[in-house]
């Protein structure tokens, strides 16, 4: 769905097609703003079931990834660019 669709099925006295669709609509502009603000901070979703995300950063000169999965209470962990989840090394 484009977000000119989605925008105009937002609008005040807006039926879509009841509260069932109507929820739907709300939920996927909500999720749609939320990977947005992802993206606009460079933020990767690795893993969405996991909560597993990767963040980019230059350590000691070299770009890598900081690497964070949701029950980890802090970022502890970074990757190198091509390494992924098996390269995790503690900051």
Same mark, same amino acid.
């Given at each position: ?5 989605? %925008?105009? #099925? ?6 879509? *097609? $009841?509260?069932?669709?109507?929820t ?25 079931? %996991?909560? #597993? ?6 350590? *000691? $000169?070299?770009?890598v990834?900081?690497?964070w ?23």
């Amino acid at each position: 769905m484009s977000d000119q669709r989605l %925008r105009s #099925l937002m609008e005040p006295g807006c039926e879509a *097609g $009841g509260d069932l669709v109507n929820t739907w609509v709300r939920q996927v502009t909500d999720v749609r703003g939320v990977l947005a603000e992802f993206q606009g901070r460079e933020l990767l979703i690795k893993d969405i079931d %996991r909560g #597993l995300v990767d963040f980019p950063a230059i350590i *000691g $000169g070299k770009e890598v990834f900081l690497c964070w999965e949701k029950d980890e209470e802090h970022i502890e962990f970074w990757h190198d660019l091509d390494s992924g989840y098996a390269g995790r090394e503690r900051l």
